[in-house]
């Protein structure tokens, strides 16, 4: 009965090549976000979705695609892989926009070698 | 950028003691929330605070939010080592409609 769950818990891949981390929601909210953790454990949001709708894109390189194929489902699609995207991609999502606790799945460890 | 400032960065203890985190900001805060992220795992919601002055307790964690709504502290009485993780706080900004995330602060209780 996961709430947040996103897919795969690792990722380890050589630079240049594209991969792909999917995320589910089944807690029936509107509102879903990928966010970024350093090395340094800060969390920085990097796309927000509503109801399918993209609402927050941060400067993100052009490179990270997400895509929500309903709002149950948020995925991130990464091209070109650099040593500088390995970090942990966590995916949450909250039930409405505004003041709602994130609900936050367990986090993908990207390794980019 | 509404920044917010958590310190002490790392905080390392005995069982049984008190300690006290800090988040802080220049900005106004609609509502800041408080989460604990443990290793592996993404961060869990503790709390959120609204009202300036509100003290908020969960069992042995006491959160409060500044008067002006730009700070929050958590204060933790007798620790235990099942406490451990990373404390983060989190705030929406005055017309914003993005959650920012503090660095966090690292607790580790030492039985």
């Known amino acids: 009965d996961t709430a947040v769950s996103q897919t795969p818990k690792y990722l380890v891949t050589q630079m240049g090549n594209d991969k792909s981390i999917k995320c589910e929601q089944n807690l029936g909210h509107d509102t879903m976000y990928w966010y970024k953790q350093d090395s340094k454990k800060f969390l920085k949001i990097m796309f927000s979705y509503n109801n399918k709708e993209l609402i927050i894109n941060e400067t993100v390189p052009n490179r990270f695609s997400p895509k929500s194929p309903d709002k149950a489902h948020l995925n991130l699609h990464i091209n070109s892989l650099e040593l500088g995207d390995s970090a942990v991609y966590f995916c949450a999502s909250s039930q409405v926009r505004l003041n709602s606790p994130l609900h936050f799945g367990n986090g993908t460890r990207l390794t980019v070698t | 950028t509404q920044l917010l400032e958590q310190s002490p960065q790392f905080l390392s203890i005995q069982e049984g003691e008190n300690l006290t985190v800090y988040c802080n900001s220049s900005s106004v805060f609609s509502s800041l929330q408080w989460y604990r992220q443990e290793p592996g795992e993404g961060p869990v919601l503790l709390v959120t605070?609204?009202?300036?002055?509100e003290v908020k307790k969960l069992k042995r964690l006491t959160f409060q939010f500044g008067d002006a709504r730009k700070d929050s502290s958590l204060h933790i009485t007798a620790a235990q080592p099942g406490d451990t993780g990373l404390y983060l706080c989190?705030?929406?900004?005055?017309?914003?409609?993005?959650?920012?995330f503090g660095k966090g602060t690292k607790l580790t209780v030492n039985p």
């Open positions: 605070v609204v009202t300036g002055g």
């Open positions: 989190a705030g929406v900004g005055s017309g914003s409609e993005k959650l920012v």
